[in-house]
């Protein structure tokens, strides 16, 4: 069987083949020689149904880096512990996990598949807490930091 591996560190992808039977094997980055993960994201892609494409990485839902570790206390403390890649993606584990998170951020996603509700209450997100997302944008309104901060500070991979 071909998996797939990322590495946490430096971000190289591989694709090894191995026996099924050692599919929680981790492997050596070539590059960097770190542990690699593997990526199950990339080996189901394109397959089954839209539902069975978990887990997902969203690259709209991301954060700059700097702030993976507020971001990730900050989904704890709102019950939707979440894990990111080093860029700043999010990855959903299923589709009740991606609508909790978008919620607990004030995020929502207009273009949503049958099924996905629209907020109860735009605002709900607010009275919960803010997210690292939603404080930067009230501190540019507010002038705290400049506009050119705040989009290098939200900008996830350049391509936004």
Do not use: W
Request: charge should be positive; glycine fraction near 8%.
């Amino acid at each position: 069987m071909i998996y797939c591996f990322e590495c946490e560190h430096c971000g190289h992808r591989a694709e090894l083949n191995r026996p099924a039977k050692d599919y929680k094997k981790k492997a050596r980055c070539p590059e960097c020689k770190k542990l690699m993960r593997r990526n199950i994201a990339i080996e189901g892609a394109g397959q089954g149904a839209a539902n069975d494409n978990y887990p997902m990485e969203s690259d709209a839902a991301g954060v700059h880096p700097d702030q993976i570790k507020e971001t990730m206390a900050f989904d704890r403390a709102h019950g939707v512990p979440t894990e990111y890649k080093p860029s700043g993606n999010p990855v959903f584990t299923s589709r009740g996990h991606r609508r909790a998170y978008c919620e607990a951020h004030g995020l929502y996603d207009r273009n949503a598949g049958y099924g996905d509700a629209a907020p109860k209450n735009v605002t709900q997100a607010a009275n919960r807490g803010q997210s690292p997302r939603v404080r930067l944008a009230k501190a540019a309104m507010a002038g705290q930091i400049s506009m050119a901060q705040f989009s290098e500070r939200t900008e996830t991979n350049g391509n936004d």
